[in-house]
């Protein structure tokens, strides 16, 4: 579609209303000038569009903060399971993990010393180095709050 782009923009505006809101959400992805004139979707939209085919084939969840569709791994395992999962009755509570690590004002969740399971996987927001890591477990196989690189140094 070389010449799609030099249609009038109302003809753009149009074409996307009449798009199913996943087709609409990647049209408006396509490049900046569209991105710029199609309207952003609501944390309505996201959340009615995570339960549909095209949301679920993608493996994608809303963010209540950054207001985006985001990949299941972007996510605490904790915020896509039971009230938070797609369609849940808390599923308006979901953030992604960056959100929750942005020290942005009213929207800082997760706190140093936070333990978050990713995937299965286990990670910590650090006590000792701040940082967003893999976490550390200790002998008797429980989490800790410290990474695993500060978890191995010895105390002095
Ligand atoms: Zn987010
Ligand atoms: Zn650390």
């Known amino acids: 579609m070389p010449n799609f782009l030099h249609l009038p923009p109302e003809l753009h505006v149009l ?11 990647q049209f408006r992805l396509t490049c900046a000038y569209l991105y710029e004139l199609i309207t952003r979707p609501s944390h309505e939209e996201l959340l009615l569009t995570e339960s549909t085919d095209w949301a679920r084939n993608r493996d994608v969840y809303a963010c209540r903060y950054c207001l985006r569709l985001r990949p299941a791994g972007l ?7 039971r ?3 797609r369609s849940g009755r808390d599923s308006d509570k979901r953030f992604c993990i960056e959100c929750g690590l942005q020290p942005r004002e009213g929207t ?4 140093p010393g ?3 399971t990713i995937q299965g996987h286990f ?3 650090c006590l000792s180095c701040r940082r967003f890591q893999p976490g550390a477990v200790d002998r008797l196989g429980r989490h800790t709050s410290e990474c695993v690189e500060c978890w191995r140094q010895p105390y002095s």
């Open 15 to 25: 074409i996307a209303s009449f798009l199913p809101i996943g087709d609409r959400l």
């Open 75 to 81: 996510f605490a395992d904790r915020m896509l399971r």
């Open 83 to 85: 009230r938070r999962g």
């Open 108 to 111: 800082a969740r997760y706190g």
């Open 114 to 116: 936070a333990q978050l």
């Open 123 to 125: 990670y910590v927001f």
